[in-house]
């Protein structure tokens, strides 16, 4: 239970669990979702938990019906979530991109399964494009936080709500299914961020001041230019503030392996073996996967002579690391499209064949 798990302790729990569990203790006040595999176990967890605690809980008619709740309730300056999958997050694309230019705080939990159209319900990272590039119209950007274990799932489920209110932006924790699924040990500790205060533009009510309006519709193209530059001020801002990877023996690396989320532990392993044989590999993990690390990337293209991108997909963020090394050395792709991520001596073999 959340108020059993806020200690040192260690806790076996399920990805999906901890998530909501880490979503409650970080102050939500409001969930609204819709049943999905696989990350259903996060509605579960909420509607008992929720509403133990006094908080909103709705189980709604459809994911359209769940993520616009979520921005009604994010427009009244709380913590407002929701969850869902692939096909689903599909669904709510044009609200996302709503909440975007009404500058809403909304959480999303995005737990990726295989695609296109249904699809399986299999691990997947097939909506990274989704995630970082958008199915909305016009200019927008989310944030997204790609953890690789359960521990991270917590941790970056408190950094998702503080990002989303410091920035009035919609944040995206983008997990799999083998992350939603995985149960490993993981420590709950207090919510680690200031809370940010939403007084100056929330809707409340109208109490002895002018009313307030959040919209995202100007009549005027000269008014929107203008919008739309103030907006995208805010993404550099979020892009020189908030841009996190993790990294493992670049100072001397030939080779560079670049992944994230789940993917990122037979990576690492495979690194390891590459090591023991003798070959200088290194690892770089993109946390925030919008920010990007393309500045590290650029860096590391100086002094590295390849980079080889792992991912479970047809090969999607692999288009990113290719515009941030912009063709200085070779940038190769190993991927399996839907499932668990390549084994580790798969990846050794494919990376001893691209050398």
């Known amino acids: 239970m959340a108020t059993e798990c806020l200690t040192d302790k260690k806790v076996l729990m399920k990805g999906n669990y901890a998530i ?22 996060i509605g579960e967890f909420m509607s008992g938990k929720m509403q133990e605690l006094g908080r909103a809980y709705v189980s709604a008619e459809s994911e359209l019906a ?10 009244t300056g709380v913590k407002a979530m929701s969850s869902s999958s692939s096909c689903a997050v599909a669904l709510m694309q044009e609200a996302l991109s709503y909440a975007a230019s009404d500058q809403l705080p909304v959480v999303l939990v995005s737990v990726m399964r295989g695609g296109p159209g249904l699809g399986n319900i299999y691990p997947s990272q097939g909506d990274y494009f989704q995630a970082t590039k958008g199915g909305g119209n016009g200019d ?28 009035k932006n919609p944040t995206v924790l983008l997990a799999d299914g083998l992350l939603g699924q995985m149960m490993e040990p993981v420590t709950f500790k207090p919510y680690p961020y200031e809370e940010i205060d939403n007084s100056s533009w929330a809707l409340t009510g109208a109490k002895a001041r002018d009313g307030r309006i959040i919209r ?7 008014d929107q230019c203008v919008y739309l530059e103030q907006l995208f001020n805010k993404y550099r801002q979020i892009e020189e503030n908030e841009t996190e ?33 003798g070959v200088k590999v290194g690892t770089l993990r993109p946390i925030t996967l919008f920010p990007f690390p393309s500045k590290r990337l650029q860096e590391l293209s100086k002094t590295v002579k390849k980079f080889v991108v ?3 997909n047809m090969g999607q963020m692999v288009n ?36």
């Open 310 to 312: 792992v991912e479970v």
């Open 140 to 167: 927008y950007k989310l944030i997204v936080l790609a953890p690789s274990t359960v521990q991270e799932c917590v941790d970056l489920t408190y950094k998702a709500f503080y990002l989303a209110h410091k920035y």
């Open 216 to 222: 995202s519709y100007a009549p005027l193209a000269d």
């Open 20 to 41: 909501a569990n880490a979503a409650v203790l970080a102050g939500c006040q409001c969930y609204f979702g819709y049943p999905i595999t696989p990350q259903s176990e």
């Open 320 to 355: 990113d690391v290719r515009l941030a090394v912009n063709g200085r050395v070779p940038v190769e792709l190993v991927h399996k499209p839907v499932g668990t991520p390549p084994a580790p001596d798969v990846i050794v073999k494919k990376v001893e064949e691209l050398i």
């Open 245 to 277: 990877w993790e990294e493992r023996d670049t100072a001397d690396a030939d080779v560079v392996l670049v992944s994230f989320g789940s993917t990122s532990r037979n990576v690492n392993t495979a690194a390891k073996i590459l090591r023991q044989k």
């Open 66 to 75: 769940a993520i616009n709740m979520t921005i009604g309730a994010a427009s």
